[in-house]
């Protein structure tokens, strides 16, 4: 249940971009065995999101200036509701990035995105939950400027949830693919 207290500004440059990892966080909904119980009113989640044994969640590359975390409101009076999502740009089309499209183009995800905020574990913003997942909708420039995957990924039904910030327990990341560890180290 939300508190009422007073807001004030947060800080001198309070509304200054918040730098992010440069490793956006995706957890597939099916490997998710628990996840962290909400309250409406608070967004601090001290749980953790448990994987079910084996899996691991992947991380992946994003250009850290755009990195942008997202959220609309929807719907009419007195059902209003809440749509987050995360977007950002993966430089180049190697085939691990196009496998991983095509492999994710239709399952659902939870994002965990960690603010470089000058503390030292930063604070970690989740988006979407097992339940109302996030979607992917890609979208790919390669033209003579640039060649990048802008990755968008975005709940398709709202809710009354707001981004967390999630205190829990990082999970396990994949192991690295050997064979793009060699293309770019370029043995």
């Known amino acids: 249940m939300y508190t009422k207290v007073n807001i004030p500004k ?8 918040t730098i992010k990892d440069a490793t956006v966080i995706l957890i597939d909904v099916d490997d998710i065995a628990s996840e962290p119980a909400r309250t409406h009113g608070e967004t601090l989640i001290e749980g953790d999101i448990t994987l079910v044994e084996g899996a691991t969640a992947i991380g992946i590359y994003a250009t ?6 997202t959220r609309e409101s929807s719907g009419e009076a ?14 180049g089309d190697s085939d691990a990035i196009e496998s ?6 239709n399952k659902g995800v939870v994002a965990l995105v960690k603010e470089c905020d000058g503390t030292s574990n930063g604070r970690v ?3 979407g939950s097992k339940c109302n997942p996030l979607a992917l909708s890609p979208e790919l420039s390669a033209g003579n400027e640039a060649t990048k995957n802008h990755l968008v990924f975005k709940q398709e039904q709202g809710d009354k949830f707001a981004i967390a910030t999630y205190a829990g327990t990082m999970p396990s990341l994949a192991e690295e ?4 560890s060699e293309e770019e180290t370029g043995s």
């Open 10 to 17: 947060a800080s001198d440059g309070a509304g200054a971009p």
């Open 125 to 127: 913003r989740l988006v």
């Open 78 to 91: 007195d059902a209003r509701s809440l749509i987050k999502g995360v977007e950002f740009d993966h430089p």
């Open 177 to 180: 693919d050997a064979d793009d």
């Open 64 to 69: 850290p200036s755009s990195i942008n975390l």
């Open 100 to 105: 991983f499209i095509e492999g994710f183009l």
